[in-house]
C-alpha cells in the first residue's frame, strides 16, 4: 500500500519519477482501510529535501500510510518558502487534539547549543511530553533522537573532539527484535553531528535497550522495552549526496570540516559517492511501520499513556 500525501506536495513528483508507491488524496478518500497515522515533525532547515527523503522510505512498504507535516511555530523558518509551509504544515496547536499511530522527530543543526537555548525547546518538549499520550510510538532522529534521551530519561548530549562525519560500520546486537529483523550483521549507515550520548549511561537505563552500535560511531539504535520510542542517532535517510552537500557548503564558508570518511571512492571527492546504506535504511523504516501497524490499537482515541 502506499504513503498518502496531499496532491500539490513538491515531493509527489520526485517520488512519481522514482517508482515509489504514493497515493494522492483523491484516490485515498475512496479506501474503506484504516490506514496508518503518521506526523512528521520537521526540524531541519531544508524541508522539503527532508520531507522527501522521509516519504521515500515510508512509501516503500505494503501499508497504506497518512502523512501529517507538523512544524514548530515558535521558530521561523529561513530556508524553506513560507507558502510551502502554509500549504503543508501544522503547527501544533493545531494537532494537539489528534492522535497518532507514529510521530517521527527530524534531527536539527542546533546541536552544539544546550537544550535551553534553543528557541522552540520549551515547544518541542511539549510536542514530546505529548507524544506520550497521544502517539503510540515515537521515532526520534540524530539531534531529535538526543534532544528526546534528554527529555525523557536525563541523558545529556556530550561534545565531540572533531565532527563525526561519514558513513560508519554498525553491528546489530539484537536480530530478532522486530526493528531489526532482517538486519545484517554488520550495516551501513551516515552520521553527520558534532555530539554524542554515552552508550554506557543509556545501557543502564531499565525502560530502553539497545538494538545496534558502532566501534566509531557508539550508540546508533536504541528502544523503550515496551515498543514507544525509538531512537537513531545517524542519518539513514540521507540521500547519496546529502553528506557531499554539507560538506562543500562548509568548504565555502571557511568551516573547518574533514572529508567525510569512507564515503568518496578512494576518498577522491571528484568521484562520485556510493550508496551504500539504502538497503538498511528501508529495512529500518519498514521495521518501524510494521511494528507500528502491528502493536497500534485499531481506535487511536485508546491509547495508553507510558
Not at 573547518?256 to 550508496?275: C, K, L, T
Amino acid at each position: 500500500m502506499p504513503i498518502r500525501i496531499p496532491n500539490t506536495l513538491p515531493a509527489a513528483a520526485v517520488l512519481e519519477r522514482e517508482n515509489i508507491f504514493l497515493m494522492k488524496e483523491d484516490r485515498a478518500a475512496h479506501q474503506d482501510i484504516r490506514p496508518l497515522r503518521i506526523c512528521i515533525l520537521n526540524l531541519m532547515p531544508k524541508k522539503i529535501e527532508t520531507e522527501t527523503q522521509l516519504l521515500r522510505l515510508l512509501g516503500n512498504s505494503p501499508l497504506q500510510v497518512n502523512i501529517d507535516l507538523m512544524q514548530v511555530s515558535s521558530h521561523q523558518s529561513k530556508n524553506t518558502a513560507a507558502d510551502h509551509l502554509l500549504h503543508f504544515y501544522h503547527t501544533f496547536d493545531q494537532l494537539r487534539g489528534e492522535r497518532f499511530d507514529g510521530l517521527i522527530i527530524t534531527g536539527a543543526p542546533v546541536e552544539q547549543m544546550p537544550f535551553e537555548e534553543v528557541d522552540y525547546w520549551p515547544e518541542l518538549a511539549e510536542i514530546m511530553d505529548w507524544s506520550k499520550t497521544h502517539v503510540y510510538c515515537t521515532l526520534h532522529i540524530c539531534w531529535g533522537a538526543q534532544a528526546g534521551l534528554w527529555r525523557h530519561y536525563g541523558v545529556q548530549k556530550r561534545p565531540l573532539p572533531e565532527k563525526l562525519f561519514g558513513i560508519f560500520r554498525h553491528r546489530t546486537l539484537h536480530p530478532d527484535h522486530p526493528l531489526t529483523r532482517g538486519f545484517d550483521e554488520e550495516f551501513l549507515a551516515p552520521h553527520s553531528r558534532h555530539t554524542t550520548v554515552d552508550e554506557e549511561e543509556v545501557a543502564r537505563l531499565p525502560q530502553l535497550e539497545i538494538l545496534a552500535d558502532s566501534p566509531r560511531a557508539g550508540l546508533y539504535l536504541a528502544a523503550r522495552k515496551d515498543g514507544r520510542q525509538v531512537f537513531v542517532t545517524g542519518h539513514s535517510e540521507y540521500d547519496r549526496e546529502t553528506l557531499q552537500g554539507e560538506y562543500r557548503r562548509d568548504l565555502d564558508r571557511g568551516l573547518p570540516i574533514r572529508m567525510p570518511e569512507n564515503y568518496y571512492p578512494d576518498n577522491d571527492p571528484g568521484r562520485p559517492p556510493a550508496f551504500l546504506w539504502r538497503g538498511h535504511a528501508n529495512l529500518l523504516y519498514v521495521n518501524w511501520l510494521n511494528h507500528v501497524y502491528q502493536d497500534t490499537p485499531y481506535d487511536l482515541e485508546k491509547l495508553c499513556t507510558f
